[in-house]
């Protein structure tokens, strides 16, 4: 079975996803920018949400993790909870 890590940064805007990816395409660390700002519990481990598989997560999150690009930030993509930026750390087939 398929299985994906994967971070991310979980914020109210659309506007400050664009913010925070800016700042990250410049040269901030996911890490650092997660632990400052993003909404969810998962901040405190720089956004690290671990390893899970197909399924696990609300499906438009579950689209980008599981068909994008591992080791580029994605995003903003708006699910019921918010914008996320995602990174893929790993995934194997």
């Known amino acids: 079975m398929a299985t994906a890590s994967a971070r991310h940064i979980l914020v109210d805007s659309e506007e400050e996803c ?3 990816k800016a700042q990250i395409e ?6 650092d920018v997660a ?6 519990p998962s901040s405190g481990r720089g956004g690290d949400l671990g390893t899970f598989g197909p399924g ?3 499906k438009e999150f ?3 993790v599981f068909s994008d690009v591992v080791g580029v930030v994605h995003g903003p ?5 918010g914008y996320h ?5 790993e995934r194997s087939e």
Do not use: P, R, Y
């Open 18 to 20: 664009h913010s925070l």
């Open 85 to 89: 930026l995602i990174e893929v750390t």
């Open 56 to 58: 696990q997560m609300v």
């Open 62 to 64: 579950n689209d980008v």
């Open 35 to 40: 632990k400052e700002h993003s909404k969810c």
């Open 77 to 81: 993509v708006q699910t019921q909870f």
């Open 26 to 31: 410049a040269g901030s660390d996911f890490v």
